[in-house]
């Protein structure tokens, strides 16, 4: 199951997790995924295109 928006494409990032020592660790941010069925579709879409949706409507 993949962690990916299926309107937008955005998925998993890479970045570095930071201590107060500097010290750097590779850590991966996944979005917000959630489960929403739009026109008689389920969909995975990330909550920044749900708030787009809900605001303009998706076409």
């Known amino acids: ?17 930071v201590s107060h020592s ?3 660790a590779k850590r991966t941010m996944k979005i917000n ?12 879409i990330c909550t920044s295109c749900l708030k787009t949706y809900k605001k303009k409507g998706i076409k």
Not at 6 to 13: D, Y
């Open 22 to 24: 500097h010290v750097k």
């Open 33 to 44: 995924l959630q489960s929403k069925k739009i026109g008689g579709q389920k969909m995975k």
């Open 1 to 17: 199951m993949s962690q990916v928006c299926e309107i937008c494409g955005r998925g998993t990032t890479v970045g570095y997790r």
